[in-house]
């Protein structure tokens, strides 16, 4: 991103991470695509519909960019830039549900949402302009139902990071520190390198709460009219600064193949005259091109040294080089910039060879980054190590899982509950460090973004 942009908390896309964004997008569409429909409502949202659900007013009034003029005129009604769109769409959903055969709705649209973020902006992360926020807003019958579609939109996100090569840890937010206007918030989050937890999705149960305040009804099979239930979930590219933190390295980016801008570059390794390494080198491009693959062939001047160093800085998956001896065994060399590992492979079967490895890549940057997360996992007997251990990673602490005994946790440690995690994470035996009670649940700690 060029952050030089004259407002802060607003970036530019520079073109190469353009790239990235689209290919990102086109995982997480292709996911939704096959049971959600996706929309677009406006940017712009009257004061009017905005102030209708208290909770939901409470946790955003102060982070909301209100357009007051339409040229010299003060408008009647301010109009809100969205920080989210339930507000924007729920009175559209009003209109829309009449019935119990209109539900479920399943919908999403990505589309940027501004919030005047007052804790340190930075790119990717903390933006006052999310210029890819994807929201999903679905409507049930029940709450029961709404609840499945909660742990539906959790399961597609950890599909979707796990495309990625994230490592993801599901938990249900502590109650005070849940969406505004939701029942609750279940949220996914990964492990920075620096050892601090990034929040990079969240779906939250809106129960009735704003069926309520939009008068969002439907017909029962009884004929009498019920409050519709909610759900609504997130990403943003928080999702991208994931994918180039946690997979980077000192050399530069590195990418999982299917999102790389550049899949493939292909070098000539050239001693004097070298026509024929040209052409093989031009041929293989070629062949690979065909297959759809996102290849360069780097015939420029520069010395191959210079390559490696520009396209390994750039992310890019494989790198294929073909010299004098390549050429006489009907071969090439291939280097894998995850694991810096350089094999042989035959010429013929080049398409395979590649295909091979990105699926390998993808594997095992998976295998790393989760090992990396694990490591970092520090289960703890007591406050004061928690206290004295966060800064290397992840807390786990026993908690019996009340409010009080939260809200203490977090003040003796100076940093979050992020929540119990699910699956085992969460489970496992001891007291709650605060009133003493025995305890199932484990309760995870953080520092976060
Ligand atoms: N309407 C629901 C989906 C919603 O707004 N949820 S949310 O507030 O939790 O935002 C969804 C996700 O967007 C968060 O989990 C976080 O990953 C991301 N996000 C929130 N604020 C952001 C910001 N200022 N910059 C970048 N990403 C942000
Ligand atoms: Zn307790």
Sequence with gaps: MDVRYPVKGLY???????????????????????????????????????MKEAEHIKGFENEVYWVTHGGKNELDVKLALRPTSETAIYPMYKVWVRSHADLPIKIYQIVNTFRYETKHTRPLIRLREITSFKEAHTVHATWEEAAKQVEEATRIYQEFYR?????????????????????????????????????IGTAHHLGSNFAKTFDIKYEDLN?????????????????????ISIHGDDKGLVFP??????????????????EEILKACSDVADKLKDKGMRVVLDDSDERPGAKYYKWEMKGVPLRVEIGPRDLKNNAVTIVRRDSASKETAPLDNIIEEIQKRFEDIRENLFVKAKSSLNERIINCGSLEEVKEKI???????????????????????????????????????????????????????????
């Design 391 to 449: 800064s290397n990673g992840i807390a786990r602490i026993p908690w019996c899982g009340e409010r009080e005994c939260g809200l203490a946790m977090e003040e003796a440690v100076g940093a979050g509950i992020l929540g119990v995690p699910e699956g085992e994470l969460g489970e496992g035996a001891g007291n709650c460090p605060v009133c003493n009670k025995e305890t199932g649940n484990m309760a995870i700690m953080a520092k976060t973004y």
């Design 257 to 274: 193949p299917e999102v790389a801008p550049i899949q493939v570059v292909v070098i000539p390794i050239l001693f004097g005259k070298s």
């Design 223 to 243: 004929g009498e009219q019920q409050y519709a239930h909610q759900t609504c979930y997130g990403i943003s590219e928080r999702s991208i600064a994931a994918l």
């Design 163 to 199: 495309r990625l090569a994230i490592p993801t840890i599901v938990s249900k937010r502590p109650d005070w520190d849940k969406f505004p206007g939701a029942d609750y918030t279940m949220a996914v989050d990964t492990l920075m390198p620096d050892n601090k937890t990034l929040q």
């Design 12 to 50: 530019v896309w520079f073109p190469f991470g353009f790239d990235v964004r689209k290919r990102t997008y086109a995982i997480i569409r292709e996911l939704l695509d096959k049971d959600h429909k996706e929309a677009l409502f406006p940017l712009l949202i009257p004061e009017t519909e905005f």
